[in-house]
């Protein structure tokens, strides 16, 4: 590639909000850094993620229905959410104390299906869910375009809303400011609320306690998402100028910090978490 053909490097609005900044850049720049002679361990599924993707694909089938304005059909939204989920762990995923098997996992995507649809759909307003949405960002000093890309859970006149189905609630300004930033340059709609609608993985044996509503202003999550950019721009050039790691700040104290959840744990891209500090595998 010739020295003036600028660089294009993709940045996922998921990765916005990421705890670790060098775990982040494997995501945008894996390629590259493989070029550049670092090896990764290789990507581990984990069970909650998995769970989510069949959560998600069961929402947005009744989202479907209701913009639509078929019947919906309970039913088969949970079916279309656990054949996705099948799909996701079919070359193998790490389960945990919540999920413990593949049948919790089915029956957790079931409960998480029919509490969306009963307690959850009904106050939403869909107008565009999950489309993929791109914005070029700038040119940077080592001539880097940036891109960011990501497919907003759902898009209302005037809201955009985020699902999750984590263990605990996180925060999520940074990624909701990413959409805002992208639907109001795909649609010309500067939104008024962001919501992130939070349904927990709980064990099977337990009772559901419902899902969490958490809005989030506009203004300070576009500058959360602002400030993010930045920071990576300027992490990728100094990278781009020096290819050390170091360019990315680690986070040890991060829970992802694992072998289990970062591809960069124990390599030599990573040399902090190489050391026996007592984290879990």
């Known amino acids: 590639m010739s020295s003036d053909t600028p660089i294009s490097i993709n940045i996922r609005v998921s990765s916005l909000a990421a705890e670790c900044p060098r775990k982040r850049s494997i ?17 581990r599924r984990n069970i909650g993620a998995s769970v989510g993707t069949g959560f998600h694909a069961g929402a947005h089938n009744i989202l479907s229905d209701k913009l639509s304005g078929r019947k919906q059909d309970i039913k088969y939204s949970v079916e279309v959410g656990i054949e996705t989920f099948k799909a996701a762990i079919k070359e193998g995923v790490d389960y945990d104390g919540k999920t413990k098997n593949r049948n919790d996992g089915e029956q957790q995507i079931k409960t998480l299906t029919e509490v969306f649809s009963k307690q959850v759909a009904p106050n939403i307003e869909p107008v565009m869910m999950e489309k993929p949405l791109e914005r070029r960002i700038a040119h940077s000093e080592a001539n880097v375009v940036f891109t960011l890309i990501g497919h907003p859970d759902c898009i209302e006149i005037k809201k955009i809303t985020d699902y999750k ?6 925060c999520y300004p940074a990624q909701l400011g990413g959409y805002d930033i992208l639907a109001e340059k795909e649609y010309g709609v500067v939104y008024e609320k962001n919501i992130i609608v939070w349904l927990p993985r709980v064990p099977v044996k337990k009772p559901y306690p419902g899902p969490t509503i958490v809005e989030w202003p506009v203004d300070v999550c576009v500058n959360e998402a602002l400030a993010a950019i930045k920071a990576i721009k300027y992490q990728v050039g100094e990278f781009l100028k020096t290819k050390s790691p170091l360019c990315f700040p680690s986070n040890p104290g991060s829970w992802l910090c694992s072998e289990k959840y970062c591809e960069g744990y124990g390599t030599d891209y990573c040399r902090i978490s190489q050391v026996d500090n007592g984290k879990r595998k």
């Open 27 to 43: 995501g945008i720049l894996r390629d590259m850094l493989e070029a550049e002679g670092y090896a990764f361990n290789e990507e």
């Open 165 to 170: 189905s984590g263990r605990i609630i996180s």
